[in-house]
């Protein structure tokens, strides 16, 4: 899942980010090569959770890879669901649901599923432990269905050299398979570069054969009008 | 690690293994569930991964979807741990939380999470054979420092795991190694205050400067034991020890750790200054007669008395001269002469 990265199915895969350097490409990667992925024998499907929906984005850039994505979403390979209800307060049960439903109506299909994002929800005043319960949940169904969880969580750039780590962020960290971070380039913006990603195995996982990318090893990535390319550090690999 | 492989559940019938986010414990937990000689009833409550370990022996209870608000047939956590244990067979027996902050927040309330605890240690306490209960918590928690207090167990074994990086960063900015390269009262002074601010591990992993992991092979471990330690006396004490834990080799001393071998192979050289005569493309020593011929010459400026010579003063004693000017108005007459007292 995910090139270049080899990551296994069934995993909670926690993408962090900063506004510097935006992981919707990750995102859209993920979620793209997966639909491509089906085969006649192997149905794939996609269930996207978002807290500020942008269908429209995501077809327009679905076209780009050369997905018709009204066709998928009228399929039922391509879920949209919008995280926040129509009411005043942010209740997570009925996105729960949906994606427990879909989960059911899936059959033996490889589903991935992807939340983006919470953070949005945390700094707009939803209770940490709700948020957490509502990650816990969703990852116990996603593990009984063998799908794939990815959740996009904001972090802050910190201006000195104290990171800052948030309730949500603690806890998610806890409980993920892999850490996936998509960081700015240490030395500044560049015109060349868009920045650069880190890949960790989360606490408590096995290793299981994963090539690993520390900060200290982190691969380069320039975004592309087809996606994103990705480079080892100190090589241009044809891409610049 | 004696309480993976020689647990004295009778002595030490409780065990808290402590997380944070810089380094997480959980392979310890893993190790002391597959390496345990007597079967485990682990309650998962947050991490799947420890439901794929040793079958055999551990008996799983997955409390993985039993999320409130989130599932119709939620069961409240309490009733079914205790029911759990005071079912359980008569035998030698660890009881595993895998997290101990979850079940916190599924109850709801700290003191109430306190209650449980304490009844449940009673629980295991009571068993006819000696067991054994386990706890994994992530640090900050507002239960660790009661969990910690002997109020709630006379004997205590705690492991706090550390990044390697933690010593790395005492040796270079502390100016401080780890023993037995440094006395252990020095390094324990640096070493405990700098650990209890978490935020100084934080910084570690995932400051500017760190790799925004934990190390998953290898950390450092502080085992703290309360109680009897199990040498073979009887003990009233507080132990605590540094050991290193590597995923491939258990157990090992500090110097084992193949992440902290540059510490560990810095030789102790004096510093010796640089030699200026040395490597030059002249010669800058003395011969014998040269050095004898330079001795005799007499430097200037420096009184050298001859002792055959008689001296001028020869009782050194000391005296003022005075020389005065025209501004003084010296008179030898008595100051004081016309006084009638």
């Known amino acids: 899942m995910l ?16 506004l510097s350097s935006p992981a919707d490409f990750v995102l859209y990667r993920a979620v793209f090569d997966h639909l491509k992925a089906a085969k006649s024998d192997k149905v794939t499907k996609a269930i996207v959770l978002s807290v500020s929906p942008d269908r429209a984005r995501w077809a327009a850039v679905a076209a780009k890879s050369n997905i018709q994505l009204d066709q998928k979403l009228t399929t039922g390979a391509f879920t949209f669901v919008d995280v926040i209800s129509p009411k005043s307060e942010p209740d997570l049960r009925p996105a729960f649901d949906t994606v427990v439903s879909e989960l059911g109506k899936s059959g033996g299909a490889d589903v991935l599923v992807v939340v983006d994002d919470l953070a949005t929800l945390e700094w707009t005043g939803t209770p940490v432990l709700d948020l957490t319960c509502f990650c816990r949940a969703l990852a116990a169904a996603c593990r009984k269905a063998n799908a794939t969880l990815l959740i996009r969580q904001h972090v802050l750039t910190p201006s000195t050299t104290e990171p800052i780590l948030e309730d949500l962020f603690r806890t998610l960290h806890h409980m993920c398979t892999y850490h996936m971070e998509v960081l700015p380039l240490s030395s500044g913006r560049s015109g060349a570069v868009s920045g650069q990603v880190a890949l960790h195995i989360g606490p408590g996982t096995v290793r299981a054969g994963v090539k690993l990318y520390p900060r200290s090893s982190a691969i ?9 390319l990705f480079f ?9 | 690690m004696s309480f993976i492989r020689e647990p004295r559940r009778a002595q030490q019938p409780f065990l808290v293994l402590q997380s944070s986010v810089a380094q997480s414990s959980l392979g310890i937990l893993r190790q002391l569930l597959e390496d345990s000689s007597s079967h485990s009833l682990l309650f998962c409550l947050l991490h799947p ?16 979807d039993n999320v409130p608000g989130y599932n119709d047939n939620y069961e409240e956590p309490r009733h079914l741990i205790l029911s759990a244990v005071k079912t359980a067979p008569d035998e030698t027996l660890d009881f595993v939380i895998d997290s101990v902050d979850t079940l916190a927040s599924d109850i709801g309330s700290i003191p109430q999470t306190y209650e449980f605890l304490c009844e449940l240690v009673s629980l295991v306490r009571s068993r006819p054979n000696p067991s054994r209960l386990v706890l994994h918590i992530l640090s900050p928690s507002p239960l660790l420092p009661l969990l910690c207090q002997t109020r709630f167990s006379p004997s205590l074994t705690h492991t706090i795991s550390h990044p390697p990086a933690l010593l ?20 324990w002074g640096i070493f405990l205050p700098v650990s209890e601010r978490m935020h100084e591990s934080e910084r570690l992993i995932f400051g500017s400067e760190g790799e925004g992991a934990g190390d998953d092979d290898e950390m450092l471990i502080e085992v703290i034991v309360r109680g009897d330690g199990g040498d073979g006396l009887r003990r009233r004490c507080v132990d605590r020890t540094l050991q290193g834990w590597s995923l491939t080799r258990g157990l090992g001393p500090l110097p084992d750790m193949v992440s902290l071998r540059p510490l560990f192979s810095r030789t102790v050289a004096e510093p010796s200054a640089a030699d200026p005569t040395q490597n030059v ?18 430097l200037p400026y420096m009184h050298e008395g001859d002792p055959g010579k008689p001296q001028k003063n020869p009782v050194a004693s000391a005296a003022i001269f005075y020389d005065p000017d025209s501004a003084d108005d010296l008179d030898d007459d008595d100051p004081d002469e016309d006084l009638d007292i």
């Open chain 1, 220 to 228: 380069h990535y320039k975004l592309a009008d087809t996606g994103a």
């Open chain 1, 232 to 240: 080892e550090r100190g090589t241009a690999s044809g891409v610049l």
């Open chain 2, 168 to 187: 790395r960063h005492l040796a270079t900015e502390y100016l401080t190694l780890p023993p037995p390269l440094s006395p252990e009262a020095k390094f």
């Open chain 2, 281 to 298: 493309s002249f010669n800058l020593n003395l011969t014998a007669s040269q050095q004898k011929s330079r001795a005799q010459v007499p």
């Open chain 1, 3 to 18: 090139s270049p990265f080899d990551l296994p199915a069934g995993i909670l895969l926690l993408v962090t980010d900063q």
């Open chain 2, 49 to 64: 991964s420890l439901l794929s370990v040793n079958a055999s022996r551990v008996e799983a209870f997955d409390l993985l």
